[in-house]
């Protein structure tokens, strides 16, 4: 089992940048993919990117793909997303996910398997 924290969310203005952190205990962070999601209200949540157990392979939804860069350093047992250009749809809960399908790099929640418990991101027009 592993346990995830983010940080880093907060309120930025339109075109600004955030990068978001999730840390990881437990079990060894290298056995898991990871992937970033978001939850706007009344919206379901939504696969923002994904990041292979080396790095070597991410995934990103349209929306954010030249904004958005999901990295890890398994090293410090930590998963980050940097956004940039961030606009009002941005806003959002964002959460980080682990799937141990090691080998699996997801791009639906289902495939997740242990969740943290989110943080916000407000991007102000």
């Known amino acids: 089992q592993v346990q995830l924290v983010e940080s880093g969310g907060g309120l930025v203005q339109s075109g600004g940048s955030l990068r978001l952190s999730c840390a990881a205990s437990?079990?060894?962070?290298?056995?898991?993919?990871m992937g970033w999601f978001r939850q706007a209200p009344g919206k379901e949540r939504e696969f923002v990117g994904s990041?292979?157990?080396?790095?070597?392979?991410?995934y990103y939804a349209d929306s954010v793909k030249g904004r958005f860069t999901i990295s890890r350093d398994n090293a410090r047992n930590t998963v980050y997303l940097q956004m940039n250009s961030l606009k009002p749809e941005d806003t959002a809960v964002y959460y980080c996910?682990?799937?141990?399908?090691?080998?699996?790099?997801?791009?639906?929640?289902?495939?997740?398997?242990?969740w943290g418990q989110g943080t916000q991101v407000t991007v102000a027009s």
């Open positions: 990041v292979s157990w080396s790095g070597g392979t991410t």
């Open positions: 996910a682990a799937d141990r399908a090691k080998i699996r790099v997801g791009v639906t929640a289902r495939e997740y398997d242990y």
């Open positions: 437990g079990r060894s962070f290298i056995d898991y993919a």
